[in-house]
């Protein structure tokens, strides 16, 4: 098949406009083309007068060879590329025989790797510490409602990983040469998803669809021979010094892993995707030498418009058309302090919500359903930091840093874990807010209005006061005085690295042991989350039958 890139239809076109631009495009009759499908579409609101489709086709024709030597100057044509999964191994006697692999963290990438370890004959072994996705979901309510805090299920721990209680977005930036992408869209599909998340430019599914997906992949890996158990922490792990000659670089191997409730179970391949708030995993990897840096991260506030504004901004007098759904955006400020300022985890018509997963701490982060039809737009407005700069010395001393800002966060709020708010126009006036404007905040238990200028670093708070008008210049409107800010946005991505060999994808010095996904250093959101859990499967199979 060909694909064809960047062809463009209006708005409001008719549904059968897209065969005759394919014959255009191609200058070939009706009868030479066999069949298309949409593999991409997009929208280009550049011009909100003209808002525009933007289409990737792959198509059938006659006589393909003969359309390509006639468009072989085309950039916007070309062969479809093969996006069909291939295993890389699969499970040997021998290898069904050795210890199972276990699987620590049932989040995206989790989920992925063990999946992929059962499509492959392995029967993985899944230890998540918190509860099933329906039960954590009503824990989370009563966080959300009551102000009742389950440290061991909630919005970060449990079935679904922390991406269950987001927007659902399922795009990335990650580079996928082996299209990893696509066999997670295609997973997400037959469990349940819409079809359409195949084919969008930026697909999100939202909350209450996750919760049944999540479900319907679980009865996969059961069906397929992997075993999972919920409300299984994992305390401790039990390695095997080896020497260097054995290892090369590395100076253990992992054994077993050890569960809260003092079980043993041996193994000798264990996948790490614990999520980025395991905080207290990762303490037990560092007091076992397991190689792990400081990384950058992000801190800041939830920011809430009318979503309103921001439609009428963004699409102009197509504002209330409904095939364009609720707008969104993304921005970026260089602050004179040195400073980046970005929008990040933007939920258009979603809102803000409870994300902590420790007693005495206030964490905000953004939730979207997948209609989007909630009042506010809300969005992190996050300032950038460094390990050298911010937060030097221990590995750890990032986890430090955030428990300081939402241990302050708390203070501020109440100590009931209501969030610390305020109203943009008073934080730019560098005054407290004693009262509500026309912008309502969504973060439940409640928003305590106060000064949120301690609530950050000083180099935080200036970036972010300079920021937002600046953003208005992009967004008119976005310095509405009564739009509401609350802190703190403090899990934008995980504070470590815990850092693997780029070849075998196993731990620096760790023979056995394969950190995945956003807890690991290595992916930022439910996309790339899902691709690194395939990639690091693909790692265990390969060592489980090379080693066989």
């Not at 280009?44 to 525009?52: G, V």
């Not at 999946?115 to 954590?136: D, T």
């Not at 004179?336 to 982060?365: D, H, I, K, L």
Request: aromatic fraction near 8%.
């Amino acid at each position: 098949m060909l694909r064809l890139n960047e062809l463009t239809l209006p708005l409001e076109h008719p549904a059968d406009a897209l065969r005759p631009a394919i014959l255009a495009r191609l200058g070939i009759p009706a009868a030479d083309l066999i069949r298309f499908e949409i593999y991409k579409r997009g929208i280009d609101a550049r011009k909100p007068y003209a808002i525009l489709y933007v289409y990737t086709v792959d198509v059938e024709v006659r006589d393909q060879d003969g359309v390509l030597a006639r468009a072989k100057r085309n950039a916007k044509m070309g062969i479809t590329p093969d996006t069909e999964y291939k295993f890389v191994a699969r499970a040997t006697a021998s290898a069904t025989q050795a210890p199972r692999p276990i699987v620590i963290g049932m989040g995206p990438a989790g989920l992925f790797a063990g999946l992929i370890l059962a499509q492959s004959g392995f029967r993985p072994l899944i230890l998540e510490r918190g509860k099933a996705v329906r039960e954590r979901t009503k824990d989370t309510f009563k966080m959300w409602r009551q102000g009742i805090l389950d440290t061991e299920s909630n919005t970060q721990f449990g079935e679904g990983g922390a991406g269950t209680f987001s927007d659902g977005k399922l795009y990335s930036q990650v580079k996928d040469p082996k299209h990893y992408g696509r066999k997670v869209l295609r997973e997400f599909v037959a469990s349940g998803a819409p079809e359409e998340i195949l084919f969008v430019s930026r697909p999100h599914i939202g909350t209450f669809r996750l919760v049944a997906m999540v479900e319907r992949m679980r009865a996969k890996i059961i069906e397929l021979g992997g075993e999972i158990r919920f409300e299984s922490r994992v305390d401790d792990i039990e390695f095997e010094q080896i020497a260097a000659a054995s290892g090369g670089a590395r100076s253990q191997r992992v054994r077993a892993v050890v569960l809260a409730s003092g079980e043993r179970i041996a193994t000798d391949h264990l996948v790490l995707a614990a999520g980025h708030s395991a905080r207290d995993t990762f303490a037990m990897l560092h007091r076992h030498h397991v190689h792990i840096e400081a990384k950058p991260f992000s801190i800041g506030f939830r920011i809430e418009h009318p979503q309103s504004l921001i439609n009428k901004c963004r699409y102009g007098s197509n504002a209330d058309n409904p095939l364009l759904g609720a707008a969104d955006y993304k921005m970026v400020h260089h602050a004179r302090n040195g400073r980046s300022v970005y929008t990040f985890c933007m939920c258009p018509g979603g809102t803000v919500v409870a994300a902590t997963s420790e007693e005495g701490r206030v964490v905000t982060n953004g939730m979207s359903q997948y209609s989007r039809s909630e009042r506010n737009a809300n969005a992190g407005i996050v300032v950038g930091i460094t390990p050298e700069e911010d937060y030097p010395g221990d590995p750890l001393a990032g986890i430090a840093f955030q428990r300081f800002w939402e241990s302050r966060a708390y203070e501020l709020g109440g100590r009931n874990y209501e969030a610390p708010g305020q109203l943009v126009g008073d934080f730019l006036a560098k005054r407290a807010s004693t009262e509500l404007g026309a912008v309502t905040p969504s973060y439940t238990p409640g928003v305590h209005l106060c000064d949120l200028s301690s609530a950050l670093p000083d180099y935080a708070i200036a970036a972010i006061r300079e920021a937002i008008p600046a953003f208005a210049k992009q967004i008119k409107g976005f310095d509405l005085p009564d739009a509401v800010l609350t802190a703190v946005e403090s899990r934008t991505s995980s504070p470590i690295r815990i850092t693997r060999e780029d070849q075998d994808l196993q731990s620096l010095n760790t023979l056995g042991l394969f950190p995945t996904g956003e807890g690991a250093g290595y992916a930022g959101g439910i996309l790339s989350a899902g691709i690194d859990g395939i990639k690091v499967a693909e790692a265990v199979a390969l060592s489980m039958t090379t080693s066989a």
